[in-house]
C-alpha cells in the first residue's frame, strides 16, 4: 500500500513552500500553487494553466486536491437563504448555509461531521461524531459556495455542525488558511467561532493573537439548568466557562457573543432573564436570544413570541445589548443540523429498502 496522500489544501503558504523547495522547485511557484488553491480556488491540478505539465504531473502524485460535492440545495423561498448539502471525499454528508445581509454575505460553516456534545435540542449530535473536518474541508465550504452562487462571501460564522474548540488544530489552521493575504484575505475581524464552552480551549483560543469573534452557548443562568440542557456543563463549571470568556476579551478585545436559545418552559422564565442579566451585568457583551427550533426527536417547544420579547425587556433593563436572531430560511429546516439528518435518515431507509 503506497503513502496517503497528502491535503495540500490544508497546507499554509510557509508549508508548500518548504515543500516545493524540498524537491526542487522555486519558490514562487508555491506561491502561484497556492493562489490557485485558495485565490481561484480550483478542483483539479489541471486547471493550474500557469503551472508546467511537468510540476502538475508530480502535484498529482504526491497531493489530493480535496473539493466537495453537492449532494442537495434547498433554497428558501421567503428569503434569500440557500442550504447546501455537501459530500467530503469519503462520502459523508456536511451542511454548510449561505444567507444574505444588509452588511454582506455570510455563510455558516460546519467543523465536524457530526458532534459529540449531546446537546439536548440540537440535531446535529443525535448520530454523534463522525469526525473532524479538515481545514481544507471547512475553506471548501466558502469556495464552493462562492463558485455556486457566483457571490463573494464576506462573513463566516462557525455555527454549522460541530464544536470548533473540539477539532482545535484544525479550527485554527482553517483560520491561517481563509484570511492569508494570498488567499481569500478574508478579515478575521468577520469571523465568529461559536462553542459550547470548552474552557482549556477556550482559554488557548485567547492566546493565539487572532481578532476572531468569540460567541458562547449559554442557554442557561445557572449550573443547573444548564446541565439539563448541555451534558458539557457536567465537565465545566458556569463561573469557569463564564472567566474563560472574559480572560478572551482581555487578550483580544473582541466584546464576546452570548447565545442563548430560548425553550419555553426550561428557560424561558422572567426569573431566568433577571439571573441571566445579573450573571452579564457589567460585561462587555452581547446576547442572541434564538427562539429553539424545534427537532422532531426532542419535545422542546419555542418561547411564544411574547416570551421572547419580554425576556429581551428584563435584559435591557441591566443595560445588555440584547438582539433577537431572525429566523432565516425557516422554511426548509435552516436550523442547525436538520437537513443533513433527513438526509441521513432518507439514506437508512432507503438502505433498509435495498
Ligand atoms: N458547537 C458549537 C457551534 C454549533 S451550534 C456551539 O455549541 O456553539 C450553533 C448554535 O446553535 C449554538 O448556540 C447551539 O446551541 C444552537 N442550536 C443548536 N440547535 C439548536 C436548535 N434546534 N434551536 C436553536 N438553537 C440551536
Request: glycine letters at 6%; aromatic letters at 8%.
Amino acid at each position: 500500500m503506497g503513502e496517503e496522500k497528502k491535503d495540500i489544501k490544508s497546507l499554509s503558504l510557509a508549508e508548500v513552500t518548504e515543500e516545493f523547495l524540498a524537491m526542487g522547485e522555486k519558490k514562487f511557484r508555491a506561491l502561484q500553487v497556492f493562489e490557485w488553491l485558495h485565490k481561484r480556488s480550483v478542483t483539479e491540478f489541471g486547471q493550474m494553466t500557469n503551472v508546467s505539465a511537468g510540476l502538475r504531473e508530480t502535484l498529482e502524485k504526491q497531493y489530493k486536491l480535496v473539493s466537495l460535492r453537492e449532494v442537495r440545495r434547498l433554497a428558501s423561498a421567503q428569503d434569500e437563504t440557500v442550504k447546501f448539502l455537501f459530500a467530503l471525499p469519503d462520502d459523508k454528508v456536511i451542511e454548510s448555509v449561505f444567507m444574505k445581509y444588509k452588511h454582506g454575505n455570510s455563510v455558516c460553516i460546519s467543523s465536524q461531521a457530526g458532534c459529540r456534545m449531546g446537546c439536548r435540542f440540537c440535531a446535529s449530535t443525535l448520530g454523534g461524531l463522525e469526525r473532524n473536518l479538515t481545514a481544507s474541508e471547512m475553506v471548501e465550504q466558502i469556495y464552493r459556495i462562492q463558485e455556486l452562487t457566483g457571490e463573494r462571501v464576506s462573513n463566516v460564522v462557525v455555527m454549522g455542525t460541530g464544536e470548533p474548540m473540539d477539532n482545535y488544530d484544525n479550527l485554527i489552521r482553517f483560520l491561517h488558511l481563509i484570511s492569508a493575504p494570498e488567499g481569500q484575505g478574508m478579515s478575521l475581524r468577520n469571523i465568529t467561532v461559536s462553542t459550547c464552552g470548552i474552557v482549556e480551549n477556550m482559554r488557548r483560543f485567547a492566546e493565539e493573537g487572532l481578532p476572531v469573534t468569540l460567541a458562547l452557548s449559554l442557554h442557561a443562568p445557572n449550573d443547573e439548568a444548564r446541565k439539563r440542557l448541555m451534558p458539557v456543563a457536567n465537565r465545566y463549571a458556569l463561573k469557569d466557562v463564564l472567566a474563560a470568556c472574559d480572560y478572551y476579551f482581555k487578550k483580544t478585545g473582541r466584546r464576546i457573543s452570548y447565545e442563548y436559545s430560548l425553550v419555553a418552559g426550561e428557560n424561558d422564565t422572567e426569573a431566568e432573564a433577571d439571573a441571566l442579566g445579573k450573571l452579564l451585568k457589567g460585561k462587555n457583551c452581547h446576547v442572541n436570544l434564538i427562539p429553539v427550533n424545534p427537532i422532531k426527536e426532542r419535545e422542546y417547544k419555542q418561547s411564544s413570541f411574547k416570551n421572547v420579547l419580554n425576556f429581551r425587556k428584563r435584559l435591557e433593563k441591566y443595560n445588555i445589548n440584547v438582539t433577537i436572531r431572525r429566523e432565516l430560511g425557516a422554511d426548509i429546516g435552516a436550523a442547525c443540523g436538520q437537513l443533513r439528518k433527513s438526509h441521513l435518515d432518507l439514506s437508512e431507509i432507503q438502505g433498509e429498502e435495498a
